[in-house]
Structures are given as structure tokens and as C-alpha cells.
């Protein structure tokens, strides 16, 4: 994608199995499909395992069901709202951390791909289901994580491409979403019964969509609570892989967020009034998702024949945005390989085009948790400044896949110490 953007400019027609998949990468025909046509086009439902996972949730719903879902569901991730979750949200990550200091005192190695999707979870699901979620934590976790395992893989090349994946994985991926379903039901008919009382989000939906005398059902807030749990965590579990791969392959930058870290929060615990102080930390965070985005490309279905950037997409054709591609392009981002958090000083970022950075999409269906996951981001990556220092292990060979999210595909193994002072 990004070689093809790069060759052939900000609109592309790539042929694959006979017919031709639309790639836009161009920041203005970005705004271009994603804004000004975006009645002409609609989200890409063709996938059966997202179908089967989310519904008929935000990330898949239209029209009117999808404005009415959105206006219910963003009023809890207004900064205010996000705000008053970071207590909370600063006690679980350190009780989470402290599992690792047995580990920390005998520099051992572990992968921090399943502890940052653990962490993740948590996180995630006491901001949607309230403390209530800690009833069912353990079994959620377990067959989110079985879903995650069973997700089919994008292609490596022609004839992985051509192969169809064996039936015996679609069948572990229903298995893993038929046990989530039993998970989320049976607590849904648990919680109506104290009226959804210490359910986060979840009592949010429940009473703003009775008072508009039509309140979801089990089935709507089912689809609900996955679409914002798995493009809640995985983001995040994922964002904090590569965060962490790139201050180990940075030293200087790393000492840098370190010593904002130490004058900004000291040793104590991060509080909501200090995350805007970490802005070296927040370029920190912001250039490692240009690099790494775990969202890594989105697509669109053509309406009708539609003009974009001058040229025609016909009815019915698939358009991807890959923002691996778009945050690659050497014209908004000189050598566009180099890790660099300078690239988001407020007077860089003013310079660019708003589309050149669209690592939580872009438009009207951008992520409606954006701000909640860049706080959780900075905070996450404070605290373990704060405790810990994570290094490469030897031979860990590094790889970005693109999944439901960019993930390490061989995982990343790191040595965990505690961290030591600076000089």
C-alpha cells in the first residue's frame, strides 16, 4: 500500500482476483471521500467475522440508527467525562504493574503483547460495564482473547491469498463468540434486575435510550458494548506495543519523556490535571501511532459512480484508506521512516493538512473514543516511566501485521527491570 501510494500517487487502482480495489492516500482526496462525498459511500460490511462479532453496532450501523447510536454514546467520551475517569483508571494500571515486580527484580523477559491486551481489557471494560464488569473480567478476557486468536490473517502474498482458510478456524471463531455471547447475556439479565446501578457506560446507554421511549435490547447493547470494547482495547494493547518498542530503539527520546515524566508527576501517581502538562509524552505517543497505527486502514463501499480526485470509482467498488500508506507520504513527512515526536509540536502540526495524521480515522465516522484512548495512552506510558524500563530481548524478531489491528506478529518479547535513576 504505502509503495503504491508513493508510486502512483494519492489515487490508485490496485487489480486483486479480477477486480480492483481503489487506494486513496492523498490527504485532500481523503477529505475528499471521507467528507465531501461521504453520502456516496458506506462502511465496508463485507466482512462475515466483523458481522458476526459487532452487529449492527457503531462501527457498522447507518443512517439514522447509526446518529442515533453515536449521540447517545458520545456524550460519555466528552473531555470532561474522560477527565473523571482517570482515578479510577491510574489505580487499576498500578495495581495491573504490580504484578511485575517479581519479574522487574530478576530482569526476566516477557511478552508484552498479552500484558498490554490484558491490561487493555481491563481498562476497557470497567470504562464500559462500570465495576459490575469485575464479576465476569476473567471469562470476557479469556474468549476475547479466543476471538482475537481465531481472526483470520490478511494475506502475506499472492498464494497465501489464493488459499482458503481451513474450516475448523471458522468454527474455533464461532465457538469463541457463542461463549462471549453466553458471558455478556447472562450479565445483562443479571444487571437489569438493580436497573444497570455501577455499569459505566452500559447504564448511560440503558437510560438515555428509555427516555427517548426506545430503549435497546440485549441485543442492541450487545453489539454495542463489543464494537466499543474491541476497538477500544485492541488499539490500545497494540498503540503501547509499539510505543514501547520505539523509546527502546531511542534512548535519547526516552530519556527525554522519562525526565518530563519526573518534573511533571514526580513519583506519585498520574492525575487528570497532569496528562495535558505531558506534551513531549503526547508527541511521544501521537509519532508512534503515525509510524505504528494500530488502526491501519479502513475502507468504504461505492454507492453509486462516484469522481474522487478526478477520477472514476465505479458502483459497488471498494475504496481503503491505509493510514500505514498516508503517514508514509515523503511530501508531508520528510524521510517518513525516521522516529521523530518533534514532527508534533503545535507548530508542525499547523503546517500540515488536517487528513495527513488520521491515525483514529477521519470524517463524521472517525473514533468516537479518540480522546479516552489518548489519555490512556499517556497515562499507561507515565506509570511505567515511572517504575519500569523495557528493552528488546536478543533475537526478537519484529514484524508489523495488519489484523483487526497492526500488531507485532511474532509478539515482543522484553526484558523488564525496574527502572534506574538518571544521571
Known sequence: MARAARVHGGIARIPIRGKYLYLVSDPELVRELLVTHREKFVKNT?????????????????????????????????????????????????????????????????????????LAQLLSGRFLMGTAFDEIAARFCEAS????????????????????????????????????????????????????????????????????????????????????????????????????????????????????????????????????NLQYTEQVVQESLRLYSPIHSISRVALVDSIVGGYHIPAGATVCVSMYATHRLPKYWPDPE???????????????????YIPFAAGHRNCIGSG????????VVARIAQRYRLDLAANQRIEPAPGTTMYPRYGMRMTLRHRPALP
Open 46 to 118: 463485507r466482512y462475515r467475522h466483523m458481522q458476526a462479532l459487532v452487529g449492527q453496532g457503531l462501527l457498522l450501523s447507518e443512517a439514522d440508527e447509526w446518529r442515533r447510536q453515536r449521540l447517545i454514546t458520545q456524550q460519555a467520551f466528552k473531555p470532561d467525562e474522560v477527565a473523571a475517569q482517570i482515578g479510577w483508571m491510574a489505580g487499576l494500571t498500578d495495581r495491573f504493574l504490580d504484578r511485575w515486580e517479581k519479574t522487574a527484580g530478576s530482569s526476566s523477559v516477557i511478552d508484552v503483547e498479552p500484558e498490554f491486551s490484558r
Open 145 to 276: 482473547c479466543a476471538i482475537k486468536q481465531h481472526w483470520p490473517q490478511s494475506p502475506r502474498g499472492l498464494w497465501s491469498m489464493l488459499l482458503s482458510r481451513p474450516k475448523k478456524h471458522l468454527a474455533q471463531f464461532d465457538a469463541a463468540v457463542a461463549e462471549l455471547d453466553a458471558c455478556i447475556y447472562r450479565f445483562l439479565t443479571k444487571q437489569r434486575k438493580s436497573d444497570f446501578e455501577r455499569c459505566g457506560l452500559l447504564e448511560r446507554l440503558v437510560r438515555t435510550s428509555r427516555a427517548e421511549h426506545n430503549e435497546f435490547t440485549d441485543r442492541e447493547l450487545r453489539d454495542q458494548l463489543f464494537t466499543l470494547f474491541f476497538a477500544g482495547h485492541e488499539t490500545s494493547a497494540t498503540g503501547l506495543c509499539w510505543i514501547h518498542y520505539l523509546l527502546w530503539r531511542h534512548a535519547a527520546v526516552r530519556e527525554q519523556l522519562q525526565r518530563e515524566v519526573d518534573r511533571v508527576v514526580g513519583s506519585r501517581m498520574p492525575a487528570a490535571d497532569d496528562l495535558p
Open 338 to 356: 525516521r522516529f521523530d515526536p518533534l514532527r508534533f509540536t503545535p507548530e508542525q502540526c499547523a503546517a500540515r493538512p488536517r487528513f495527513a
Open 372 to 379: 479516552q484512548a489518548l489519555a490512556e495512552l499517556k497515562l
